[in-house]
């Protein structure tokens, strides 16, 4: 059986990180820092983990702002529909 011990190496923080999981490969890097301080290979793959992962909010955000207006816009659509449809109903009663 594979210790999780076992999958705290470099190759599995690269893993995590193509995958986009920046925090699984984070901790893996801590957990090997924390095991050895003086290897400047993880600390300086840590620092360009902790770029990517910012690059990759900052995407996000831009993503994700104009689909929140875009949501935000279709919910006052179906609030002014269910207006009329209120209003259709007193109408024709």
């Known amino acids: 059986m594979v210790e999780a011990s076992d999958l705290n190496t470099v190759t599995m923080a ?3 990180a193509r995958q986009g999981l920046y925090d699984n490969a ?3 890097y801590n957990n090997l820092l924390k095991q050895d ?3 400047h290979d993880v600390s300086d793959a840590l620092l360009e983990l902790e770029k990517m992962k910012s690059a990759s909010e900052k995407e996000l955000q831009k993503s994700l702002v104009p689909l929140f207006c875009k ?3 279709l ?3 179906n ?3 269910e207006q009329l449809k209120k209003l259709n109903k007193v109408h024709n009663s």
């Open 14 to 16: 690269k893993i995590y």
């Open 26 to 28: 984070v901790g893996i």
């Open 71 to 73: 949501w935000f816009d």
């Open 37 to 39: 301080p003086d290897r």
């Open 79 to 81: 609030n002014r529909i």
């Open 75 to 77: 919910a006052l659509c």
